[in-house]
């Protein structure tokens, strides 16, 4: 399934999920970058079932369809996952007209969720093909897949896990329920913030919102 909104005036923007979930998940953020003079485009790609390269892989033909259709920059908003898909994509097949990337909760350095599952031997069952990039300890060749920061990127992590119990025994504080905030950062970002929010629903909190807008906007959040 793809969303896509009308064209708009100031480029366009790609929307990538998290695990699990579909391009639906994203529609609070669509709408209000479309009300805000931009296309947009939110694709599902099954994440469960595909590795990242296949995630990749589907993906490239909508996103270049998509990034001919507009005028201007090309930019990138993500949830959880979708931070990595971006990172691979662009890596691989970095557009021609690429603009500003915003990541929500990104396992930039993997997650001890993941790390979990994988002793549990629940890896395959939960996480599917992309387990392995999830992990914490990631083999060389998952982390080159990844490429270097080399573009404008700004990161928003959360801090208020929705169980409040759970999450103190497997992940470092603070954290937002599935990722910590020291695993969303990345060398060469250019900007960085923390919200209370959790990992499941900041892709419908204003203040998330809010701040992915800035960004696109200025290259900065929004303090």
């Known amino acids: 399934m793809v969303t896509r909104a009308v064209v708009g005036s100031k480029g366009g923007v790609v929307l990538l999920h998290g695990h699990g979930r ?90 001890e969720l993941a790390d979990l599952l994988f002793r549990l031997r629940l890896d395959h069952l939960v996480l599917g093909p992309v387990g392995p990039q999830l992990r914490t300890g990631r083999a060389r060749i998952d982390q080159d897949m990844l490429g270097r920061v080399d573009y404008e990127l700004g990161i928003i992590a959360g801090d208020r896990p929705l169980d409040p119990i759970f999450p103190r025994f497997l992940l470092p504080r603070p954290n937002d329920g599935k990722v910590s905030v020291t695993s969303t950062r990345l060398r060469n970002m250019r900007d960085h913030i923390v919200l209370p929010v959790s990992h499941t629903l900041m892709v419908y909190d204003r203040r998330v919102i809010t701040q992915v807008l800035a960004f696109l906007e200025t290259g900065s959040f929004n303090r």
């Open 22 to 111: 579909t391009g639906r998940s994203m529609a609070s953020i669509a709408a209000a970058l479309k009300r805000d003079g931009y296309s947009t485009l939110a694709p599902s790609y099954n994440s469960p079932w595909r590795s990242l390269a296949h995630i990749v892989d589907h993906l490239k033909p909508r996103i270049d369809q998509f990034a001919r259709e507009i005028d201007g920059p090309l930019h990138f908003v993500s949830h959880s996952l979708g931070g990595l898909v971006v990172r691979a994509l662009i890596a691989s097949h970095r557009p021609e007209k690429l603009g500003r990337v915003v990541m929500l909760a990104p396992p930039n350095r993997g997650s």
